[in-house]
């Protein structure tokens, strides 16, 4: 005996695709409070942190701020050389021609201090957007474990005009 339920259900399910989506009913929203959830595709994608992941992120921030920490002070004291160098040396005038003369010192620390600091603006340019882009991930991954500990809150939908969760 073939009972009337499995006879629809065969049928829906060899009819064409167009006629299945064609049969399909919404019914409509409930008034008064109700409730949202995300729907299946957002929450099957969205990565699920854990408290590793933040400890990851948390370090990897703090190596890049220590590499930011790392070269100003390397910054710092190439400016330093190359104004301590600086100062070993003299602007001459002579006719015709217009020099900058220094003694052994401060040919060896403009040089020196000059490349340690251009070096260094290189390396703070860098490490400073890298602290940004990880406290952006860091950041994220806090919001992401702080809404899916917290959910949803009660509020008042200005759109629909009711309660929802």
């Given at each position: 005996?073939?009972?009337?339920?499995?006879?629809?259900?065969?049928?829906?399910?060899?009819?064409?695709?167009?006629?299945?989506?064609?049969?399909?009913?919404?019914?409509?929203?409930?008034?008064?409070?109700?409730?949202?959830?995300?729907?299946?595709?957002?929450?099957?994608?969205?990565?699920?942190?854990?408290?590793?992941?933040?400890?990851?992120?948390?370090?990897?921030?703090?190596?890049t701020r220590v590499a930011l920490i790392a070269t100003s002070a390397v910054f710092g004291v190439?400016?330093?050389?190359?104004?301590?160098?600086?100062?070993?040396?003299?602007?001459?005038?002579?006719?015709?021609?217009?020099?900058?003369?220094?003694?052994?010192?401060?040919?060896?620390m403009v040089p020196l201090g000059g490349t340690l600091a251009g070096l260094a603006a290189i390396?703070?340019?860098?490490?400073?957007?890298?602290?940004?882009?990880?406290?952006?991930?860091?950041?994220?991954?806090?919001?992401?474990?702080?809404?899916?500990?917290?959910?949803?809150?009660?509020?008042?939908?200005?759109?629909?005009?009711?309660?929802?969760?």
């Amino acid at each position: 005996m073939i009972s009337l339920v499995s006879v629809a259900a065969w049928t829906w399910a060899v009819a064409p695709a167009s006629a299945q989506q064609t049969q399909a009913v919404q019914a409509p929203p409930p008034s008064g409070v109700i409730t949202t959830a995300p729907s299946q595709t957002y929450a099957s994608s969205a990565p699920a942190y854990t408290q590793y992941d933040l400890e990851e992120a948390r370090e990897r921030s703090r190596r890049t701020r220590v590499a930011l920490i790392a070269t100003s002070a390397v910054f710092g004291v190439g400016v330093i050389i190359a104004g301590i160098g600086a100062s070993q040396c003299e602007w001459i005038t002579q006719p015709g021609t217009d020099e900058y003369r220094c003694n052994n010192a401060g040919d060896v620390m403009v040089p020196l201090g000059g490349t340690l600091a251009g070096l260094a603006a290189i390396g703070m340019i860098t490490s400073g957007a890298m602290l940004g882009v990880r406290n952006r991930a860091k950041r994220e991954i806090e919001r992401d474990m702080r809404r899916r500990y917290y959910g949803t809150r009660f509020h008042w939908d200005i759109d629909s005009g009711r309660f929802v969760f």
